[in-house]
């Protein structure tokens, strides 16, 4: 069985300061994790991707992701938040190798404050 | 490249109606999974079509079915609509099966926002 926890629901950071947003996941495989982005009345956007190789991840618009197996965390950050980023945030876990579906996390609503 | 397109965008029904939702996939794709998204549930996996086969499917009643056409569209169905069914349906397709190694990221479509009425 496999599960993504989101640990906060809202987020809020101004302008100009870092992001991070938190993942914890489950599984009894060895996972591909990812984040998405959606912006309001539009679809999910992939941010960036972990599919066992580099731990440190790198994507889109500055965000990247560390994979931690110990903690079996995958947090996103950002070192400088843009008004842009204003989004819903989703992580989400595959089991490595397989087409059973995906796990979508509840979602981490990002608000940038000017 | 085209990115994955789905129409319609909104449609309003009233209950007992159905509804018939379209996809059309990124050129080479041959995945095809259907979303469901709501505030109360978030996003709930409807079912994957790969290469005109169903490959997996959630836990959603009979009345939600689909398809894949030949040259990877997708369309699904949902009868005897009821008002919980009021949401944004997703379509995503990836090269690969859905999640798997290298080639199993999805790309999403706008989505199509139904009401029931």
């Known amino acids: 069985a496999q599960s993504v926890t989101q640990l906060d629901s809202h987020v809020s950071v101004s302008e100009g300061t870092p992001v991070l947003l938190r993942c914890n996941y489950s599984s009894s495989y060895s996972p591909s994790l990812f984040w998405y982005v959606q912006h309001p009345n539009k679809g999910l956007q992939l941010l960036l991707k972990?599919?066992?190789?580099?731990?440190l991840v790198k994507g889109i618009n500055g965000f990247e992701a560390e994979f931690k197996k110990s903690e079996t965390s995958f947090h996103l950050t950002k070192p400088s938040a843009h008004m842009s980023d204003a989004a819903e945030y989703f992580c989400v876990v595959s089991p490595s190798g397989s087409a059973r579906q995906l796990t979508f996390g509840s979602g981490t609503q990002l608000t940038v404050l000017p | 490249k085209a990115g994955v397109t789905q129409t319609p965008r909104y449609l309003i029904k009233t209950r007992g109606q159905q509804v018939t939702l379209s996809c059309s996939p990124i050129s080479g794709h041959r995945s095809v999974s259907w979303y469901q998204q709501t505030p109360g549930q978030g996003l709930q996996f409807l079912f994957e079509y790969f290469s005109e086969t169903q490959r997996n499917k959630g836990n959603f009643p009979g009345r939600f079915s689909g398809r894949q056409f030949s040259n990877s569209r997708s369309e699904m169905n949902v009868s005897t609509l009821e008002l919980g069914d009021s949401a944004l349906y997703l379509c995503?397709?990836?090269?690969?099966?859905?999640?798997?190694?290298?080639?199993?990221?999805?790309?999403f479509g706008e989505g199509s926002r139904l009401t029931v009425l």
């Open positions: 995503a397709s990836s090269s690969g099966l859905a999640g798997g190694p290298g080639t199993g990221e999805l790309f």
């Open positions: 972990y599919t066992s190789a580099a731990t």
